[in-house]
């Protein structure tokens, strides 16, 4: 069995020291770090989402298993993270109002931070106000939305409505993503783009502060 088959495995038992440790021996096995990321970490979270979807598994379970992908996480972050360098930017990070899914939106902000962009990470569960003082605090110039629910993605346009009333919307970029998003919803709430992963939200992010 692969070491990276391993990961993920650990990751749907839950085995969080087990996926820290075979998250280091990957790396030192030179598997890089956004292999493991996608081939092993996300892997095994995306088993057990499905597994969520089809009542095989329960909340407990899967709040296990993300505390797991989370240790590996941790373990990969300073090799997909540019440490001590200049930021390139300030972005405005968050999950939507109604919306608890957190690590998705991790996940960008990890990747946002290793292209150099400082990150206010807002948490989840936020209102078009707070986006709205954030970036008039911070001075972001790009806002970051993320929503698993399809219940909470019509938020996002709340939030575009928020900063334009504030009269701050033509000062940022926002970008939106998660799992129930696509390009055409980006489009008709008004967001600036919409990415379907960590990665390619962090190359559209860098290409807006260029
Ligand atoms: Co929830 N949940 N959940 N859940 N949960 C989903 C999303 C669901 C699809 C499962 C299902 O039933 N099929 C479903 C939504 C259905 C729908 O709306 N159509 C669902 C539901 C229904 C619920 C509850 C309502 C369940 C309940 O209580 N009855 C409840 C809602 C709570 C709330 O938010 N108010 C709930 C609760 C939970 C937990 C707390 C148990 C836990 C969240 C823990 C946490 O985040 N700290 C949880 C989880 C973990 C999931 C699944 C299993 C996994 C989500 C995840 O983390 N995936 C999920 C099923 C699934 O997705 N298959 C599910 C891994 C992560 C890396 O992927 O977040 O998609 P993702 O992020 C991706 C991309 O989407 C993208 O980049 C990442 C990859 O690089 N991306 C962006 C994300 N944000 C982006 C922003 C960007 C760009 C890209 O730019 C700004």
Do not use: W
Request: proline share 2%.
């Amino acid at each position: 069995m692969s070491v990276l088959v391993e990961i993920s495995e650990f990751v749907q038992k839950g085995k969080a020291k087990d996926v820290k440790n075979l998250t280091q021996a990957a790396l030192d096995e030179g598997i890089s770090a956004k292999e493991i990321l996608n081939g092993a970490l996300i892997a095994g979270m995306m088993v057990i989402g499905e597994k969520f979807k089809n009542n095989e598994v329960y909340v407990p379970e899967v709040l296990i298993a993300a505390r797991a992908m989370n240790r590996g996480v941790e373990v990969i972050k300073p090799y997909l993270t540019k440490e001590g360098v200049e930021p390139v930017g300030r972005a405005v990070i968050c999950t939507v109002k109604g919306d608890l899914h957190d690590i998705g939106k991790n996940l960008v902000k990890m990747m946002l931070e290793g292209v150099g962009i400082e990150c206010i990470d807002l948490g989840v569960d936020v209102s078009g106000e707070q986006v709205v003082e954030a970036v008039k605090e911070s001075g972001a110039r790009v806002v970051c939305l993320s929503s698993l629910l399809t219940t909470t993605m019509d938020y996002q346009k709340d939030i575009i409505q928020a900063l334009e009333k504030a009269y701050l919307r033509d000062g940022v970029k926002v970008m939106v993503g998660g799992a129930p998003l696509n390009g055409e919803f980006a489009k008709s709430i008004g967001a600036d783009a919409y990415t379907k992963d960590a990665a390619e939200a962090a190359d559209v992010a860098l290409d807006f502060f260029a």
